[in-house]
């Protein structure tokens, strides 16, 4: 089974903060995502990389940056964090080639700025 | 980015009924997938679905990918309490590499 898994389910932070969200997959899928997902605004986009030190922006990529340094980890940081980066995080993974669109995603981080 | 539409966006169903749900899109798909989602946690893959057509089933669960590429549809037999959660289509084309576009998601609850 394909398992995607996230650092934290839960986490609580203050405004300003540096905020760290990490993802590892153990699928050797070359592609990685972040959203979030907000109550009426479903899915979005952050950013998503399709190789090791590749990344590219997704549909709302103000306020954050990736990072992916191995293969199999792909993480979501937060310079400075705000309240309205209060949300549900989410991070998928899937297969280069054939299949690319399916996608597959870890439990989530639900992160609170206080 | 654009989203799929979804309908209906919620259902109250007894336990023991058939449900329904469709997805519909405006451009074309080589790829609909179906998730859920529990309360607090992520989207677990339920079906996918990759020719214009196919008719796939997962247990109570059966999606068909419309002949048009532009609309999916779930059906969900003798539903029971754990089908409760939040539904959601995906549609993936090859030229936006790798990228899905989310429906809004449909909320089932059961009532027994």
């Known amino acids: 089974d394909v398992k995607v898994t996230q650092s934290s389910r839960y986490l609580v932070k203050r405004t300003g903060e540096k905020v760290f969200l990490e993802c590892v997959q153990d699928m050797d899928h070359e592609n990685m995502f972040w959203y979030r997902q907000d109550p009426g605004l479903g899915l979005r986009l952050i950013y998503f990389s399709y190789d090791v030190k590749m990344k590219e922006k997704g549909d709302i990529p103000e306020g954050y940056s990736v990072s992916r340094e191995k293969k199999e980890r792909f993480s979501l940081i937060l310079e400075s964090a705000s309240t309205n980066q209060t949300s549900m995080y989410l991070c998928a993974s899937s297969w280069a080639g054939y299949l690319t669109d399916t996608q597959y995603f870890g439990p989530g981080t639900r992160l609170t700025v206080l | 980015g654009q989203q799929l539409n979804q309908s209906p966006q919620s259902m109250f169903i007894q336990e023991g009924e058939d449900v329904s749900m469709n997805c519909t899109s405006s451009?074309?798909?080589?790829?609909w997938l179906w998730y859920k989602q529990d309360p607090g946690e992520g989207p677990v893959l339920l079906i996918a679905?990759?020719?214009?057509?196919e008719l796939t089933s997962n247990g109570r669960l059966t999606a068909q990918f419309g002949i048009t590429r532009k609309d999916s549809f779930l059906n969900i037999s003798a539903s029971i309490p754990s089908d409760v959660g939040i539904y959601f289509c995906a549609g993936g084309y090859t030229g936006t590499a790798s990228k899905l576009t989310f429906g809004t998601g449909t909320r089932l609850q059961v009532t027994l």
């Open positions: 679905l990759y020719k214009a057509g």
């Open positions: 451009s074309i798909f080589n790829t």
